[in-house]
């Protein structure tokens, strides 16, 4: 097989990390081959957390060359728009969580913010999929990163991983009521 | 669920997804290490976290969090004479706090063995610079390692292990950042625990440990002398690595991290350079090297920061009288940056330009998304203290910042902390503005772990000299920037509880006069205790404490019966003067495109220190959600 590359991104405090050891695990349960690195410098303090996932045979470096990520995964839409732009392969696809958290100079209004609209135009110039995902009944913040797990798993966005993997990673990470809940709101939203 | 601790502690062989730092402890396990020291830092604390997933009682090495890298290396070495094999390991910068003592260890015949484990930044992703600290290997006659993935961090510490303590000599383990972090899958072999020898086998007949006089010179002899039986080590060693692609005219010497990133570039050559992969750069491999070059008439040294390897090298070269072309070195972005797959694809393109076929790259790159720097988080005490202490100054007033989550503070709106160093450096770096100054205030932080760390010597300094300066401790209780351990102030140590060494006890005995103490949410008072102690000419000091409330609100939402809470706005109140999102800078509000102000609902945890900020008093008190 090719390998494939994921490139996840979000803000420090929107569970990345979680959502990454899952993607890993499912791979590996999966039978892929695979290599990651988070690189979080300051992540904890609001900064921007990024996630390489690499799939395949001949995969070498955990780190994707730049802009040849097949798939971008972000938690926020200023970080899609940044993901699109500094990750994404043409013709690849962009799935995003669509909340907002205004980074700094948005908020002190010396920068305009990323609209919905515009990440959609750049992907149709570049023949990207653009798979913007919201709850609006979503109870957790913490959870938006099941939601958009379960639609990477109903768009069966990588190759190779299916339903019974993405489970078993779970089950690998959590247990009790966390493994529960998650479970649950996984299965619900991939079939919605 | 799978539990990290009994993972760890397996006795049979298995197979386990896990980063290289959490690969480093269970080396440390099979290799029977009995000591183990650190100080937190970016990119090594998850060792300790892996250590932490493993409890006390199981634990077959005792482990401690040191007050800083010196201390943490002088208990690794005491228990190493005592016939333990230690390890100690931090980052980076680290080393230059431990270099007074880590500079000697070579002279010391260190019967247990000792490996000093290094989280080197290139990149300077968590880091104030990309020190390159193989120089200090040069410097100390101290052989290094340097592992390219998490499965070489398990097999590189555990030959490193063995060596140290078969030459009873120190060894680095040379990490950098993304080989730490990185995640695959090992195999790793099984282990049985064996009974701790606890003899305390500490014997001068093994010394001399005294490097004093005449004793420096046979002391250095042997560790030059080790040192040249570590080069024949390094020729035999499967560590270093040939990977021989047919290639007669072109070879690429490399190591960690640019050796992945080469393998990946090369999936665009067509005809791959041979390569030899070192394990051992320091020392290098001599005869291993000598043949490659002699079989290559161009070589590329593909090396991450600093020329270290490149003038050993050219040295070999010169000496041998090969005619081999070697390429160094070619610019000053060389040196700069960390070697990631795109950095190797330019410096291999640079060097051959001949070599590797395009990239396709996406032609159309519109609207670039806004910066996003780290941040105070909500609710943070230090946001409050800055906000209140701006206040109490004038625009031409210096501000010194130390290490810690209050160096964010020198970022908009608060722009406090003009100058950083490293740790420990803000009171005596004040106090040198403060001389020959009459005109310009000098206040400068320090945080809670960095006033054990290195923070000291600075105070007792200040106050030995009679320095003018304004002392701000900002205390949250925990060493917060790099993941919350614990330090001497908290009452509880890596292991125990332990007596807190409260800051305004350690201030008194030093006899600090004037010594002010507030939560940081009373921004008013502390506003006040600010002018007033600026306005005494002598050293004072102002206690400006607020518990971190990352770890709060975590440890509260782990409570059962946890209530969420969150603070609103009245937008009939609003007047819009902006003074909560422009000036106090709470991430936590929100700019709408109708000028409006709104709270994030996934960001509010309610504490509530922005309500007093708002002159129009719009801000609610929080409430339960």
Not at chain 1, 124 to 142: E, Q, S, T, W
Not at chain 2, 273 to 278: E, F, G, M, T
Request: glycine share 6%; hydrophobic share 40%; aromatic share 8%.
């Amino acid at each position: 097989m090719k390998s494939f590359n994921i490139y996840l991104t979000g803000v420090g405090g929107q569970g990345i990390g979680l959502l990454s050891e899952i993607l890993l695990r499912s791979a590996d349960h999966a039978g892929l081959k695979v290599k990651a690195v988070d690189t979080h410098g300051l992540a904890q303090r609001g900064g921007v957390v990024i996630s390489h996932l690499r799939f395949g045979e001949k995969v070498f470096s955990p780190l994707i060359f730049r802009n040849q990520a097949d798939l971008v995964i972000a938690l926020e839409r200023h970080e899609a728009l940044r993901g699109l732009n500094s990750a994404l392969k043409d013709n690849g696809t962009l799935i995003y969580y669509d909340t907002v958290w205004q980074p700094l100079e948005v908020r002190i209004n010396s920068a305009d913010p990323v609209t919905k609209e515009m990440i959609q135009r750049i992907c149709r110039k570049r023949n990207i999929r653009d798979l913007p995902i919201f709850k609006a009944d979503l109870k957790d913040a913490r959870m938006q990163n099941m939601v958009v797990l379960a639609n990477i798993e109903r768009n069966k966005l990588i190759p190779g991983i299916k339903k019974e993997h993405y489970d078993e990673a779970m089950k690998d990470l959590m247990q009790g009521t966390m493994l529960k809940t998650n479970l649950k709101l996984f299965e619900e939203e991939r079939r919605r | 669920m799978k539990t990290l601790g009994e993972i760890l502690l397996k006795q049979t062989p298995f197979s386990e997804i896990v980063m290289g730092n959490t690969a480093l402890v269970r080396a440390m396990i099979e290799s029977h290490t009995r000591v183990i020291t650190s100080y937190p830092g970016s990119p090594t604390p998850e060792i300790a976290e892996a250590i932490r997933a493993i409890p006390k009682e199981k634990r077959p090495f005792y482990f401690e969090f040191s007050v800083n890298e010196k201390v943490a290396t002088e208990v690794a070495y005491g228990a190493a004479v005592n016939g333990h094999l230690a390890t100690v390991f931090f980052k980076s910068v680290g080393l230059n706090v431990a270099a007074d003592t880590f500079v000697q260890l070579s002279l010391m015949n260190i019967i247990g063995g000792m490996v000093i484990v290094l989280g080197d930044d290139p990149g300077a992703n968590s880091s104030q610079n990309e020190q390159d600290n193989r120089h200090y290997a040069c410097l100390s006659y101290t052989p290094v390692f340097e592992p390219a993935s998490p499965t070489e961090i398990y097999t590189f510490y555990k030959a490193a292990a063995k060596l140290s303590k078969d030459k009873g000599m120190p060894v680095i383990l040379r990490l950098t950042t993304h080989i730490c972090h990185a995640k695959e899958k090992i195999d790793f072999q099984g282990w049985h625990d064996r009974e701790l020898d606890k003899t305390p086998r500490f014997d001068t007949k093994n010394g001399p440990y005294v490097p004093i006089a005449a004793d420096v010179f046979p002391m250095k002899r042997k560790a030059l002398q080790r040192l040249e039986t570590v080069e024949k080590y390094a020729d035999q060693s499967p560590l270093n690595q040939i990977f021989d692609h047919g290639n007669s005219n072109r070879g690429v010497i490399t190591m960690g991290l640019p050796f992945l990133s080469l393998m990946d570039v090369l999936e665009f050559a067509d005809n791959k350079p041979d390569i030899l992969k070192l394990g051992m750069v320091y020392p290098i491999p001599v005869k291993m090297v000598e043949d490659f070059l002699r079989v290559h008439i161009e070589v590329k040294i593909l090396e991450e920061l600093d020329n270290v390897i490149e003038k050993e090298i050219k040295k070999l070269a010169y000496d041998r009288q090969l005619s081999t072309k070697i390429f160094g070195k070619m610019d000053l972005e060389d040196w700069i940056g960390e070697y990631t797959p795109d950095k190797v694809f330019e410096i291999l393109k640079k060097t051959w330009p001949d070599l590797l076929t395009a990239m396709d790259a996406p032609k159309d790159m519109v609207s670039s998304a806004p910066a996003r720097p780290p941040q105070m988080c909500p609710g943070c005490g230090h946001r409050s203290a800055f906000h209140a202490i701006k206040k109490a100054l004038r625009d031409t007033d210096i501000t010194v910042a130390d290490i810690g989550c209050h160096t964010l503070g020198f970022l908009p709106p608060y722009q406090m902390g003009e100058l950083l160093m490293c740790m420990g450096a803000s009171t005596a770096m004040g106090s040198g503005l403060s001389l020959f100054n009459d005109t310009r205030n000098v206040v400068v932080f320090l945080g809670d772990s960095t006033f054990f760390h290195a923070g000291l010597p600075g105070i007792i300094n200040a106050l030995f000299n009679n320095h003018n300066v304004t002392l701000i401790l900002m205390e949250n209780g925990t060493t917060a920037m790099t993941g919350h351990q614990d330090h001497a102030a908290s009452g509880q140590n890596f292991n125990e509880p332990t007596d807190k060494i409260p800051l305004r006890r350690v201030l008194e005995g030093l006899g600090v006069r004037h010594i002010y103490e507030i939560d940081t949410y009373q921004q008013a008072k502390l506003t006040e205790m600010v002018k007033d102690a600026i306005n005494i000419k002598e050293f004072s000091a102002v206690i400006a404490r607020h518990p971190c409330m990352l770890k709060f609100t975590r440890e509260q939402r782990r409570k059962p019966g946890y209530q969420p809470r969150r603070v609103d706005i009245d937008q009939q109140k609003c007047h819009r003067l902006y003074e909560c999102i422009r000036d106090f800078g709470c991430p936590t509000f929100t700019q709408m495109a109708d000028g409006r102000i709104e709270i994030h609902p996934d960001l509010c945890i309610g504490d509530g220190s922005c309500v007093q900020t708002c002159p129009s008093e719009a801000i609610s008190m929080p409430k339960v959600v």
